[in-house]
């Protein structure tokens, strides 16, 4: 059973790592960068709220912080840009760690965690958008510079196989969390907190640990993006949309899954897509129909596609 | 990558030839179509920017349908211009991903973005295939002052416009013996809002105005019963609001009913002073004030044309339909005299544009671009006077003399 995960992990990563040469439009390629790009931010989520059941509605805060850290760092300081990017992830690591540590330890569960991520994004947005260093509300340019060691690539192909191989990392690392002690330790803390204090889990540990390492991830993804449009501002990084893009993705996909977050985003972005080819003349009517087929997978299947496949397969 | 790029030209290329040997072998009876020549137009028809991009896909909707009645491109065998049209959704990844389909659907250039962070985006997306961009509205400075030589703004930056600004407000005051000497600040939290209420705070005290206080507040906004308490106890001459359009009706609105009455209200880039809808649905808050704002050229017997093509259409007249008819005048003159329809051509046409082009209907100088800059755009001060939409400033282009201050009562 693990080795057919491992196995469609690898597939997987094979079969995507194929589509530059098969698809060379532009549209296409920037579609999958994109998609990609939300997957990663999507994946970050679902370790803190598909493993650890911390349900957060900010992680636009960790989002801008990796992104805003990869563009001001190399554009006001001239540090690398991988350097940057990679800074930035630990600093939204430690962003993640601190804003656990102040909602756990204060006992904070369910809509209440919710809702103080969802300020501290909203905190973060605001502060972005007034102070200098950040380009306030003007936002921050990175110069376009297109050589491989600025972390700008000629071929939209070159910069969807960077994204593939972190969204493959991240694959690989919730399997390996899914099998590690902490792993079992996050499912026992969401499935019954109290029983695994029983049992001598420090929940507060565990989940200081799951927001640090979802937070990393999600970061990664706001990095990737500033790296791929080259411009920021306060709404970009730390606006709620990236917050619902994060969650929408692991809960239609399949939470708590190494594939949920994967299998979410590509849906949704395509089942997008699609709907914008579908209808052209009408502005938004794309959007609408988007919304209600958004509104069918989340109400009937029993609560994902996963969930759907499932109740194909045993023939019900 | 180089097959891309080509499929713009080859078509048109060919296309010529065809025209002009069917003029030759048919003279008046048998003349080839030429093959036309497609114009991306960007725009956010949805989201938060969604009446602004409306507005501007009807200004370059009549100007791609002006160009077609009247013999199409005539350098390219009368070539006529075909739309593909682009809806940003009001972002820049949703700018960035249009760009990228109309890339592969080989559009000679493109038109448009209204916002700058989307002109940013887009305008960046274009230059990886050298792909001409004409900004419409997008006023970040940051948007000419990237090296990028395939993008253009006709249209006048921030830091221009608010110099403009600053000039008429002390050029309006002496005139009227200096009636404002104090200011409050009102602006959105935003882009633009910031950055003018800051440009304001370090221009205004040199030109002998107090600023008593800047006030700032989040778009969208409910309320503004706070601010206009505020306004009422520093009681100052002149308001200076920068602000979208639902916020500023909103804060006209409340000093209106609060009966607040400031010697003037002075705004800039406003979403809303100078916006019909606004006075057609409060008449008595938008009389007479004054906005420093994009705005079609009065004169121009073209502005009242689209005028009323806009208006039998059932809309109203914002500058966003001039700017993009202007944007898209100024590509098809590109093409004239570049004479074929080649990115790289019309790029070195644009850059060449002078005072000779004059189908656009701006209140502008003589088109010179430095940077893909146009040094002669310039924003106009309008002021709301009868119900209507009038010019004061430059008097060059003014079809109405300023009214300030604001008589009393």
Not at chain 2, 10 to 36: E, H, I, K, V
Request: hydrophobic share 50%; glycine share 10%; net charge positive.
């Amino acid at each position: 059973m693990k080795d057919r995960q491992l196995a469609l992990i690898l597939g997987f990563a094979a079969v995507a790592a194929l589509v530059p040469f098969f698809v060379t439009a532009g549209t296409w390629l920037n579609f999958a960068v994109f998609t990609l790009i939300l997957c990663l931010a999507a994946q970050g989520w679902n370790i803190l709220g598909g493993y650890g059941g911390q349900y957060s509605f900010g992680h636009a805060a960790f989002f801008g912080t990796t992104a805003y850290l990869t563009a001001v760092l190399q554009s006001r300081y001239g540090i690398n840009p991988y350097a940057a990017f990679a800074i930035g992830i630990a600093a939204a690591a430690a962003v993640g760690w601190v804003i656990g540590f102040l909602s756990f330890r204060s006992g904070l569960k369910g809509s209440y965690f919710a809702l103080v991520t969802l300020a501290f994004a909203e905190v973060f947005r605001v502060v972005a958008n007034a102070s200098d260093i950040t380009g306030g509300a003007a936002g921050t340019l990175i110069k376009l510079d297109v050589r491989p060691e600025n972390f700008q690539f000629a071929s939209r192909g070159t910069f969807f196989w960077v994204v593939l191989a972190m969204v493959v990392l991240a694959m690989l690392l919730t399997r390996a969390l899914e099998r590690s002690r902490l792993g079992a330790q996050m499912v026992a803390v969401r499935e019954n907190e109290d029983a695994a204090r029983a049992l001598g889990v420090d929940a507060l540990q565990v989940k200081l640990s799951a927001i640090a390492l979802s937070a990393a991830i999600t970061g990664a993804a706001g990095g990737l993006y500033a790296q791929y449009f080259l411009y920021l501002d306060a709404t970009i990084a730390y606006g709620t949309w990236i917050s619902v893009e994060a969650l929408l993705a692991p809960i239609v996909g399949g939470a708590g899954t190494v594939f949920g977050p994967v299998v979410g985003s590509i849906v949704l972005h395509s089942l997008s897509e699609f709907t914008k080819s579908l209808v052209g003349r009408i502005p938004g009517i794309d959007l609408v129909i988007f919304g209600i087929m958004l509104i069918l997978v989340v109400r009937f299947p029993p609560r994902n596609i996963p969930g759907l496949i499932r109740r194909w397969r045993s023939g019900r | 990558m180089p097959n891309t790029i080509l499929q713009g030209v080859t078509p048109s290329r060919r296309a010529l030839m065809l025209g002009a040997a069917g003029a030759l072998a048919a003279p008046g009876l048998l003349r080839a179509q030429p093959a036309p020549i497609k114009l991306g137009i960007l725009q956010p028809v949805t989201g938060a920017l969604a009446q602004d991009g409306e507005y501007g896909r009807i200004g370059a909707e009549l100007a791609i349908q002006e160009l077609n009645a009247t013999g199409g491109i005539k350098a390219l065998g009368g070539a006529q211009i075909q739309m593909v049209f682009g809806d940003a959704r009001s972002n820049p990844e949703g700018g960035t991903a249009e760009v990228e389909r109309m890339q592969a659907e080989g559009v000679v250039a493109i038109v448009g973005g209204f916002a700058s962070p989307i002109c940013l985006a887009a305008s960046q997306a274009a230059s990886r295939y050298d792909l001409p961009y004409i900004v419409d509205v997008g006023v970040s400075d940051q948007i000419v002052s990237r090296g990028l030589r395939n993008t253009f703004r006709f249209s006048p930056g921030a830091a221009s416009i608010t110099r403009a600004a600053l000039d008429n407000l002390v050029k309006l005051n002496d005139a009227a013996g200096k009636p404002a000497k104090t200011v409050v600040l009102v602006h959105e939290d935003g882009l633009f809002g910031t950055g003018a209420a800051r440009t304001m705070q370090a221009e205004l005290p040199p030109r002998g105005f107090e600023i008593l206080e800047t006030i700032s507040h989040p778009s969208p906004a409910r309320d503004m019963s706070n601010i206009a308490l505020r306004i009422r106890s520093l009681n100052p001459d002149l308001i200076i609001p920068s602000s979208y359009y639902s916020e500023f009706v909103l804060l006209s609105r409340t000093l209106q009913q609060r009966r607040i009455r400031p010697k003037g209200i002075y705004a800039i880039l406003n979403g809303a002073a100078s916006n019909y809808r606004f006075v057609r649905e409060f008449p008595d808050a938008a009389n007479l004030v004054m906005d420093v704002n994009h705005w079609a050229d009065p004169r121009k017997p073209k502005t009242a044309e689209l005028r009323r093509m806009v208006e039998a259409q059932n809309r109203f007249w914002l500058f966003n339909v001039p700017m993009n008819y202007s944007a898209v005048m100024l590509v098809a003159d590109a093409l004239e005299r570049a004479g074929r329809a080649d990115r790289n051509a019309v790029i070195e046409a644009l850059a060449k544009t002078d005072g000779s082009f004059t189908r656009h209907i701006m209140p502008y100088g003589p088109t010179n671009f430095v940077n893909g800059q146009n040094q002669g755009g310039q924003a106009v001060n309008t002021q709301i006077q009868n119900n209507d939409v009038k010019v004061i400033f430059p008097t060059e282009f003014a079809d109405a003399q300023p009214i300030f201050p604001w008589p009393a009562g």
